[in-house]
């Protein structure tokens, strides 16, 4: 069974850092690039970043382009976002989320239940 | 950016109503659309891909279409679990992006 499970959110104060996982089981997670999405409390979805199934390809939104950065593990099938200098525009629940196809512009078919990131003095 | 727009934001309906959904790009994206349903408190799921796809176990009830600028997403009878927040996102390139979200709400 397909699972993806985001941790590592939580309250933290403006300018800081945060680490968030995502750990992935039920399928070949070496094979498939991997997205974040994020969700502001009571708003839209927002596209954050998105890792090629090897690492090699990384895009960003321009809103997190040179403060965020995504990573994976393949031996752990795990994804990462690192979220430094962290700002109160950035409170949201992350959700990692799988490409629908190996192809990264394909929508995301799988997604975790997110994790809660408050940024707050 | 290829900009995301959504109409209308909210609707209300009646269960076995008909109900459609637009989604307008600022720029031709062939068929690279894919919409989702997120209930409250969910993560959103994928119901149809580059534009007109039924995802395995989306019901038959749900139908996408369209292709450059302008797409559809058209629920033939409202089902009681249908009432969600829609959203559709572009796939032709990145920065990937949304629209704002449609929610359908109980009349």
């Known amino acids: 069974q397909l699972q993806l499970v985001e941790s590592g959110g939580g309250v933290v104060q403006p300018g800081r850092s945060l680490r968030l996982s995502c750990a992935a089981s039920g399928f070949s997670f070496s094979s498939y690039p991997m997205h974040w999405v994020r969700q502001a409390p009571g708003k839209g979805l927002e596209w954050v970043a998105v890792i090629s199934y090897n690492g090699a390809d990384i895009y960003y939104a321009d809103s997190v382009k040179g403060r965020f950065a995504v990573s994976r593990d393949n031996s752990k099938n795990t994804l990462y976002l690192q979220l430094i200098s962290l700002s109160s525009e950035d409170t949201a629940l992350y959700y990692c989320?799988?490409?629908?196809?190996?192809?990264?512009?394909?929508?995301?078919?799988?997604w975790g239940q997110g994790t809660l990131v408050t940024v707050s003095s | 950016d290829i900009q995301m727009t959504q109409s209308p934001s909210s609707l209300s309906a009646s269960v076995g109503d008909r109900v459609t959904i637009t989604c307008r790009a600022s720029?031709?994206?062939?068929?690279?659309l894919n919409w989702y349903q997120q209930k409250p408190g969910k993560s959103p799921k994928l119901l149809i891909s580059t534009a007109s796809r039924l995802q395995s176990g989306v019901p038959s009830r749900f139908s996408g279409s369209g292709s450059g600028t302008d797409f559809n997403v058209t629920i033939t009878s409202l089902q009681p679990e249908d009432f969600a927040t829609y959203y559709c996102q572009q796939g032709y390139g990145v920065p990937l992006t949304f629209g704002g979200g449609t929610k359908v709400e109980i009349k």
């Open positions: 720029q031709s994206i062939s068929t690279f």
């Open positions: 989320a799988r490409a629908a196809d190996y192809d990264f512009l394909a929508g995301f078919d799988h």
